[in-house]
C-alpha cells in the first residue's frame, strides 16, 4: 500500500473521511513550517509522516509498474504506467522537501520499509481485478488516513501532504474496469468483495501499528503534540475511515 490514493470523481459520488480540507483553522494549523518546527518532538513527527508517505510513494510506483505487466491490453498498461509517473513525481516532492528542510531521505523512510513491504507482500494480487481494488481500496484507505492527519499540521506541511494525495487517475480507473468485469461475470463480485474485506482489515491493522512503533508521530495523533487528537477523536477518526470504505465498496458494486 502505498498508505495512500483518492478519487475525485468516484469518491466525491462515494464521500471522503478526511476532514483536513474543513476543519477551523486553530493553533498549529494555523501555523507556517518555520513557527511549528520550534517544537522538537512536532519535527520529529512530521518527519515521520513524511518519511512514511515518501515511501508509500515509492512503493505504488514500484507495485503500479507490476501491475502494468497483469493489464490486459496496452491501452491499459499505458494507463497504468501514466499514474506510476504520477506516483513517482510525488514521491520526488516528499523526497526533496525533506532535503530543504535537513533531513536524509533515506534515514527518513527506513523505519517504514518493513512494515509497507510487508504488507504488499501478505496482500499480493492474484490477477488483475485484484490489483485493481487494491489500489482503490488499500490505498485509499491511507489516504483517508492521511488527510484526517493533515488537519492537525502546520500550513507548509498540510499543503504538501494534500498536494500529495490527489488522485492519480486510478480510482476512476478502477471503478470502471471492476464494474464492467462484474457486469460481464457477476460471480466476479464475490470474490472481490472478500479481497476488498481482508484488505480493509490489513490496511488498518498497519497503519495502527506503524503509528505505535513511532513515538513522536503516536504522541502527535493522541494529542500530546500542539492541538493533534483527543483519544476519542481517535476512535472518531477510523470509523469516519470505516464508513468511506463501505462507500467506496458501493462505488465499485462490491458489498462491503
Do not use: C
Request: negative net charge; hydrophobic residues 45%.
Amino acid at each position: 500500500m502505498r498508505f495512500m490514493t483518492t478519487s475525485d470523481k468516484p469518491e466525491n459520488a462515494a464521500g471522503t473521511a478526511g476532514t483536513a480540507e474543513t476543519a477551523e483553522v486553530t493553533g498549529i494549523a494555523a501555523q507556517d513550517w518555520a513557527q511549528a518546527a520550534a517544537d522538537p518532538q512536532y519535527r520529529a513527527a512530521v518527519v515521520d509522516l513524511l518519511g512514511a508517505l515518501a515511501y508509500g510513494e515509492l512503493a505504488a510506483f514500484e507495485r503500479l509498474a507490476e501491475d502494468a505487466k497483469l493489464a490486459p491490453t496496452l491501452v491499459d498498461k499505458a494507463e497504468l504506467a501514466k499514474m506510476a509517473a504520477a506516483e513517482f513525481h510525488h514521491f520526488e516532492r516528499l523526497r526533496d522537501r525533506l532535503t530543504e528542510i535537513g533531513e536524509e531521505p533515506t534515514h527518513a523512510m527506513e523505519p517504514f520499509v518493513d512494515a509497507l513491504d510487508g504488507f504488499h507482500k501478505q496482500t499480493a494480487p492474484s490477477d488483475w481485478l485484484e490489483g485493481l481494488v487494491k489500489a482503490y481500496v488499500g490505498d485509499s484507505i491511507a489516504s483517508d488516513f492521511y488527510r484526517e492527519v493533515a488537519a492537525h499540521l502546520d500550513s507548509d506541511t498540510r499543503g504538501l501532504v494534500l498536494a500529495v494525495l490527489d488522485d492519480t487517475g486510478h480510482a476512476e480507473f478502477a471503478v470502471e474496469k471492476v464494474r464492467a468485469a462484474i457486469d460481464e461475470d457477476p460471480r466476479v463480485g464475490g470474490r472481490l468483495a472478500l479481497w476488498a474485506r481482508r484488505l480493509m482489515g490489513e490496511a488498518l491493522s498497519q497503519s495502527q501499528r506503524v503509528v505505535a512503533d513511532r513515538d513522536a508521530l503516536s504522541t502527535m495523533l493522541v494529542g500530546g503534540v500542539a492541538d493533534g487528537f483527543d483519544l476519542a477523536e481517535v476512535g472518531r477518526m477510523f470509523s469516519r475511515i470505516t464508513e468511506a470504505h463501505t462507500k467506496r465498496m458501493a462505488a465499485l458494486g462490491l458489498a462491503a
